[in-house]
């Protein structure tokens, strides 16, 4: 099992940053990869940033340029820096781990950009 537990949300205005957190604990040796999603009320969760164990990052579309994910290995952690907010970012963002066969969920943080 792991367990994963996010934090840094809030409410911002638009063009400005927030960091979000997301601390893995458990069997963090099976972890290939990890990233973030975000699921905007009426839509469907979708892919923001992953990291994978080397250290390669993928990033959504609507992101690049304005989010960067990055990893702590000493304390388990995988950060996403997120600037230049803008309203449509607004979202319920998870941390996702995932290892073979699986994937874990950390339970959400809310991000409000107002306009």
């Known amino acids: 099992q792991v367990q994963l537990v996010e934090s840094g949300g809030g409410l911002v205005q638009a063009g400005g940053s927030l960091r979000l957190s997301c601390a893995a604990s458990?069997?963090?040796?099976?972890?290939?990869?990890m990233g973030w999603y975000r699921q905007a009320p009426g839509k469907q969760r979708e892919l923001v940033a992953l990291?994978?164990?080397?250290?390669?990052?993928i990033y959504a579309d609507s992101v690049k340029g304005r989010f960067t994910i990055s990893g702590d290995n000493a304390k388990n952690t995988v950060y996403l820096q997120m600037n230049s907010l803008k309203p449509e970012d607004t979202a319920v963002y998870h941390c996702?781990?995932?290892?073979?066969?699986?994937?874990?969920w950390g339970q959400g943080t809310q991000v409000t950009v107002s306009s």
């Open positions: 458990g069997n963090i040796f099976r972890i290939n990869r």
């Open positions: 996702n781990a995932g290892v073979t066969y699986s994937d874990y």
């Open positions: 990291i994978s164990k080397g250290g390669r990052t």
